[in-house]
């Protein structure tokens, strides 16, 4: 008789959440999920612009945060090839559009812009050139070369050192960032907080530099851009698709279904609590997989589960490390390119991240979205929602949403209108602030869904995909993974780490999810063995072949 698989209980219909139920149900799984939004997807989600579509139009398409797709990402990018897409051999991954650019905006000056593919021609080589050369990022070549080889010790250091050494400090005391001037500050200190969110003197220096140091690498090795985007609204060419495949491959995906409760006896979950039609129900499963997000999960955490495992206990301190990153879209009556790639504000206070999407959306006619004269998007992350801005004085989340608008519109002036107004409030046909950010008082604001940063000695609080509750598993951008960043990337891989897990306490004849190793530097290799011996020997970096 065949080996009856066991149900499986999805908590959370982000990408995770997602992920698991898709490894899950092409393995033959019986899963359930259950979502507490009407729009699956998570932070990745796009959504509604409520109410700005008129005369029959769609209404425009709003994001938590624009998307990233770098070079380095394995694990989602292989489950979009499995997500069927019209006529696409690789289903939702051909909807990927390079982008080749990557642009530092100042207040001072002229953007400079940088290549993020290898150079396959001479105007291409002379972009190159003139941004390592002659970019006038005002660095003494000392400076230039000391961030350099900070990148070295962290790509050709062992693992052991990476996780066990450089987990452990911050990245402003490994770049030294005391001893040098205001300028390298500005330029490399801002960047962890600009990307991921993270302020230099918390972030860990493993999780920084080495994700710095592989998008440097991918940007100038062949084989691609490192800057992906997807070529029309996240919706209606990833998520969408995506759920009407889990659906069509027998997942049950239940959505505005808010999970209140985890019930735990004797050591193994017995049910949760779900609210769904304005009812409480108790669900039963097997196993349950539980992909919330931490400040979530933390708040669910009760002490008959801490009991069975005292490891879950930690969540409530690592919900603690996390941070705001959310999305502003500005809808323009002009397209405005600005550059084939992502754009960096290093003088914004705010530390603004901008794409203009349009140029990315080939087939996304936006005359069929709001008012019929939207012709472009600038799609713009706030990373910083601490520090005051230059309008109003206040820093975002003191601000009402008019004001974190017209500072974000003003920051983005002062990087971009030197000499001409390439933006000027004529352009705005409409804006949109991420849902996420709430108003429950006039003039300050509460974050939905914020991001998990990975601060230094947050690793010891992260726990593993499986769990001393034998029918409970973990899979969210907070569990340990490769990718070591709260992210699509590290979500996706966390699920695959929760479905091999399960396959592995059932003993179930099913092949197990690939898991990929991140930031590798294979060119490195003999550095990095050398770095393993010196590591094991109780002796420090050196960077050398022979110790």
Known sequence: MKKRLPKVVVLGGGVAGMSAAHELAERGFEVSVYEARTTPGGKARSMDV????????????????????PKFYKHVTDTMKRIPYGDNRHGVF?????????????????????????????????????????????LTAEEA?????????????CELRRYLDYQRISWWDFIEADKQSEQFKRIFVGLSRILVAAKAQEANACTIGTVGAELMLDMVTPGGSADRLLNGPTNEVWIYPWYDYLNSIGVQFNRDAPVKAIHCDNGAITGITVVMDGQEQLVT???FISALPVEVMAGLVNEELISADPLLGKLKTLAESVEWMNGIQFYLNEELPLIHGHIICMDSPWALTLVSQKQFWPNTDLAEYGNGNVKGVLSVDVSDWEAPGPLFGKPAMKCSAE????????????HFNHGSDVLHDGLLEHWFLDEDIQFPNPHEATNMEPL????????????????AIPNLYLASDYVRTNTDL?????????????????????????????????YEFELLGLWQRNDKSRWQEGLPWNGKIVG
Request: proline fraction near 3%; charged fraction near 30%.
């Open 285 to 287: 499963g097997d196993c």
């Open 486 to 518: 709260a992210t699509m990337e590290g979500a996706n891989e966390a699920a695959r780490r929760a479905v091999n897990a399960i396959i592995d306490y059932y003993e179930i004849k099913a092949d197990k999810c690939r898991i990929w190793e991140m």
């Open 145 to 157: 070369a000391h961030y350099g080889g900070k990148l070295y010790e962290l790509a050709s250091s």
């Open 403 to 414: 004001e974190i608008r017209q500072e974000v519109w003003q920051q983005l002036k002062d």
């Open 50 to 69: 409520k109410g700005s579509g008129i005369d029959g139009r769609k209404d425009l398409p709003g994001e938590h945060g624009f998307r990233f797709f």
């Open 94 to 138: 051909d909807n990927l559009i390079e982008g080749t650019r990557l642009g530092l905006a100042f207040n001072d000056r002229a953007m400079l812009p940088f290549i993020t593919e290898f150079p396959e021609s001479i105007r291409d080589l002379k972009v190159l050139y003139q941004s390592l050369f002659e970019n006038h990022l005002g």
């Open 452 to 467: 998990l940063v990975n601060r230094v000695h947050t690793w010891d609080l992260r726990p593993n995909a499986y769990t």
